[in-house]
């Protein structure tokens, strides 16, 4: 099932779920709704939902589905024992991948006995907390042992929130039904609690409505902000308001399900209420609210919580299936022809689309946020997605690497370094492709700072410098030694002379033209390297010592060595320039 089927699916079911709420006739009706919608959205055998007795300190199943044992069904035991009551306790969710032998957990005879006689062996299962309040739990179970997924305990955690909602709401009801008809004196009072319940729930539904569409927290606030007519803000001390509208102080406490009224420095007074269990965001209104207003808020809240999990869950599943893609396009098995064929039809792609690669080389960026906010956008992108410390990008448009690059650039201040090949790669030749663009990006780390590598230019020279590393510095630099004694500016045009002179097969007018020098300014530059280094400098062997020398030095001031001058380092050669010309004129 993709990613977007399931959310669309969870989503479903809570809405589902507050429609059967908005009758509110029929507590058991709505109980039976959650047990049947959790068990078919997870595919287990079973799932039911305990309610907690604090009086006696135990919880019991209530409802139930796929239970075949009365006692199973009838289970009652006390709070923190087995794995129903620990998961009762209200403090997270908890798995047992198969109970009968699980040493973790306390046991009780009579309880181990109904499970072995309804063959039972994987739990799992959310607590029902509304307000700070355990009510009970919502399991799933399965006749096979087995360790449930991230994502199920994501849907189970998620249905039990709304699910703890409904049972909340559902013992409202029948208690503002029951107090209506006590007394003439309380009938008006009970109607506005009936009202309020009615309103909350619309703005439920209809925040639930927003998230099916797209999970995010802009859509849960605006709904918030035309319940309540005003602008519902997400303050944190990373995240303050206009300077024209001073913030007041977040609160460093807070306690679970209340709001807190604020005054900001302009004498305004704010209604805060935690977005997150850590308080590090805060759900904001600028006014003060009423009851009703505050509960409004409150479920706000918890719907922006759960648009964050279901954000993050499907983060977590894109960055899983695109590192499986990748892993197909990077197969060079006997079968990977045929993974690659598969993954290129899953991207939308032929055999003989033109693509181009990318692999990023990044440090201290946040992996799933960097993939989504920067390289998802970029035009062409197909497929991005992280493969042993580095981020690799698939593309079928051949300005990928120069969009990739800017859209890093601009995005993060952090240490990065590319390599790009294409387009034109051939879907065969992906391999071999994504091993050439590591080697490239091999001598990028080299060269360090920011740079974007063509893997295509860096031939046996650069891969020589990057493979030696930082041990290369001492040796490379023995033969540049006379050029020491030279003044700085000196030295550096000599440098640069030699380096084009070798670089273009000691033809002096191709290295005229490459510094945009007059011939003979370039011939007496020669002479002077001749009188330094000695008449034998550009004579082999000596000259492969030289020109490893000059690069290594090249890489050392910014450059990657291998790499084009013009491609590697456009503005330090173009200053170059305009110098050389300054000291030709004087």
């Not at 009365?70 to 198969?98: C, N, W």
């Not at 197909?328 to 022809?337: K, T």
């Not at 201290?364 to 956008?377: D, G, H, I, K, N």
């Not at 650039?409 to 034109?424: S, Y």
Request: glycine content about 6%; overall charge negative; charged content about 25%.
């Amino acid at each position: 099932m993709t990613t977007d089927a399931l959310d669309h699916r969870l989503l479903r079911a809570l809405l589902d779920t507050a429609a059967d709420l908005a009758e509110l006739a029929d507590t058991e009706s709505v109980l039976a709704s959650i047990v049947r919608r959790t068990r078919a959205l997870v595919g287990t055998d079973m799932a039911y939902l305990s309610l907690n007795d604090h009086a006696a300190g135990e919880t019991y199943i209530r409802r139930a589905e796929g239970v075949v044992t009365h006692a199973y069904r009838t289970i009652r035991m006390p709070i923190g024992t087995g794995v129903l009551g620990k998961v009762a306790e209200g403090l997270a969710p908890f798995q047992s991948l198969d109970y009968s032998n699980d040493p973790t957990i306390t046991h009780l005879p009579q309880v181990d006995h109904a499970v072995q006689a309804e063959g039972v062996h994987a739990i799992m299962g959310s607590p029902l907390v509304v307000d700070g309040r355990p009510l009970g739990a919502l399991m799933v179970a399965e006749r096979r042992a087995r360790r449930f997924t991230h994502s199920e305990v994501t849907i189970v955690e998620s249905l039990a929130k709304h699910a703890a909602i409904a049972i909340q709401n559902a013992h409202r009801y029948t208690e503002a039904l029951n107090a209506a008809g006590r007394a003439d004196a309380d009938r008006d009072h009970e109607r506005e609690s009936l009202r309020e319940l009615t309103r909350l729930d619309e703005l439920s539904s209809r925040q639930c409505q927003s998230l099916l569409e797209e999970p995010n927290e802009t859509a849960v606030l605006n709904r918030a902000a035309e319940h309540l007519g005003v602008e519902v803000e997400l303050l944190s001390p990373e995240r303050p308001t206009s300077p024209l509208r001073p913030a007041p102080t977040l609160p460093s406490r807070h306690t679970a399900g209340v709001a807190h009224e604020v005054e900001a420095p302009d004498g305004c007074t704010w209604t805060l209420v935690p977005a997150d269990r850590d308080a590090r965001d805060w759900l904001a209104v600028r006014r003060a609210l009423d009851p009703a207003e505050e509960k409004a808020l409150l479920r706000t809240a918890q719907h922006l919580l759960l648009a964050r999990r279901l954000r993050s869950a499907r983060r977590a599943t894109e960055l899983e299936a695109g590192a499986g893609l990748l892993a197909e396009l990077v197969d060079d098995s006997a079968g990977g022809i045929v993974r690659r064929r598969r993954a290129l039809a899953e991207l939308g792609l032929r055999e003989d689309s033109q693509v181009s690669l990318v692999v990023i080389d990044l440090a201290a960026v946040p992996e799933p946020q960097f993939a989504e906010r920067v390289l998802s956008p970029v035009a062409g992108v197909r497929l991005s997605a992280p493969r042993g410390g580095t981020w690799c990008v698939v593309g079928d448009r051949p300005d990928v690497p120069a969009r990739v690059e800017a859209a890093v650039r601009h995005a993060t201040e952090a240490v990065w370094q590319m390599a790009f090949l294409g387009p034109g790669e051939h879907f065969r030749d992906l391999p071999g492709a994504f091993h050439t663009l590591e080697n490239a990006l091999a001598v990028s780390r080299v060269a360090g700072g920011l740079h974007a590598v063509d893997a295509s230019t860096v031939g046996a020279v650069g891969m020589v410098l990057a493979g030696a590393g930082e041990a290369s510095k001492d040796v490379t630099a023995r033969p540049l030694a006379p050029l020491r004694d030279l003044p700085p500016q000196r030295a550096s045009a000599l440098r640069e002379t030699a380096l084009a002179y070798l670089d273009a097969g000691m033809n002096v007018a191709e290295t005229s033209r490459r510094l945009f020098l007059h011939r003979n300014t370039v011939l007496q530059r020669l002479e002077q390297l001749g009188a330094v280094l000695g008449p034998d400098w550009h004579t082999p062997p000596r000259s492969l010592d030289l020109h490893l020398a000059l690069l290594s030095a090249a890489r050392d001031d910014g450059g990657a060595p291998g790499a084009p001058p013009a491609r590697s380092q456009p503005r330090r050669r173009a200053e170059e320039l305009r110098r050389s010309r300054q000291r030709t004129r004087e």
